[in-house]
């Protein structure tokens, strides 16, 4: 497989991979190389995943306490109203 050597990798909406999926990316990374994962447990859209089987919950869970990783939670949006309506009722 392909290896990526001084990269910055951004993963968009990794809610959405499955654990088998972020781990074959993930284990792309070469030295130098930096991942960022990106995604809302509340928009997973794969009928097969959940909140508790989604592969950014994986690595979120997986990385915790490993020095060289990190997990942030953003408590907000910057969506419209409209958007956040739906995103809370819907």
């Known amino acids: 497989g392909r290896t990526f050597v001084n990269r ?3 993963l968009d909406e990794a809610q959405n ?3 088998k999926q972020m781990k074959t990316l993930i284990t792309r990374a070469g030295p130098g190389s930096k991942i ?6 509340g928009q997973i859209d794969t009928p097969y995943l959940t909140e508790t089987n989604s ?3 994986y690595v979120v869970d997986h990385f915790r306490g490993w020095e ?4 942030v939670t953003l408590a907000r ?6 958007a956040a309506f739906a995103s809370a009722t819907l």
């Open 8 to 10: 910055y990798i951004i």
């Open 17 to 19: 991979l499955t654990p």
């Open 36 to 41: 960022v994962c990106l995604g809302n447990l």
């Open 55 to 57: 592969g950014l919950t």
């Open 68 to 71: 060289h990783g990190g997990h």
């Open 77 to 82: 949006g910057e969506r419209s109203r409209l």
